[in-house]
């Protein structure tokens, strides 16, 4: 299986940015997603990496390093609205079975 | 354009009464299917996947079952819920192997009481 991590919380101010993180221990990885989940809402697909670097994709960008079993989502000039949770989710190698993780609950402040 | 439409919206069933959710994707033929579940406050979690009709295989055992009797259609089921079943069922698609972004429905709500 998975092992998928994310902390549990971040605040930041509008108009900043915020870095979501998320670190991984796998027996397989087959690439990794990032996914944003309003309370009470199914979660929306952002951005999937599996190449090691970063991925730039103006407002969302995201990171990973392969070999730490890491990844990051940027979020640029932030606004009120992206406060909601940002899920990462790893698959594994038969492409069939996703793993997320618990998700971080992003707080932008006014 | 491909649409995911789940049914129901919310459901409240009684402990050890039966369960059926549903879904259909309408617009993609031979889709990847897929059955979520996230207790409140909780992980989402994959509960199974389907490649091909009549073919399902089970991620994760919640005492659930599913199964795909067409090529649009997921069904999600059990024959005695548990508390436990409580929260958050999300049916998902996606291309076939390979595809890189997952697409969920609206959800069903479930309470066991």
């Known amino acids: 299986g998975q092992g998928v991590e994310q902390p549990d919380n971040l605040m930041s101010v509008e108009g900043t940015f915020a870095r979501v993180n998320c670190t991984y221990s796998?027996?397989?990885?087959?690439?990794l997603s990032w996914y944003q989940q309003r309370e009470g809402h199914a979660p929306v697909f952002l951005s999937y990496v599996v190449l090691d670097g970063l991925k730039d994709s103006g407002h969302f960008s995201t990171f990973l390093s392969r070999s730490n079993g890491y990844s990051y989502l940027l979020l640029t000039e932030l606004q009120i609205k992206d406060s909601a949770s940002y899920l990462c989710a790893v698959r594994e190698p038969n492409y069939n079975v996703l793993y997320f993780g618990s998700g971080t609950k992003l707080t932008v402040e006014p | 354009a491909q649409t995911i439409h789940q049914w129901p919206v919310a459901e409240i069933k009684a402990v050890g009464s039966p369960l059926s959710l549903g879904c259909t994707i309408k617009?993609?033929?031979?889709?990847?299917l897929y059955w979520y579940w996230q207790a409140t406050g909780g992980t989402l979690q994959q509960l199974f996947y389907s490649i091909t009709v009549g073919q399902v295989e089970s991620v994760v055992q919640l005492n659930l079952s599913a199964s795909r009797p067409k090529d649009d259609q997921f069904i999600l089921s059990t024959e005695k819920l548990l508390l436990s079943h409580s929260g958050f069922y999300l049916c998902?698609?996606?291309?076939?192997?390979?595809?890189?972004?997952?697409?969920f429905g609206k959800g069903t709500r479930l309470t066991v009481v």
């Open positions: 998902a698609w996606s291309m076939d192997r390979g595809n890189t972004e997952v697409f």
């Open positions: 796998t027996s397989g990885f087959n690439g």
């Open positions: 617009g993609k033929s031979s889709p990847n």
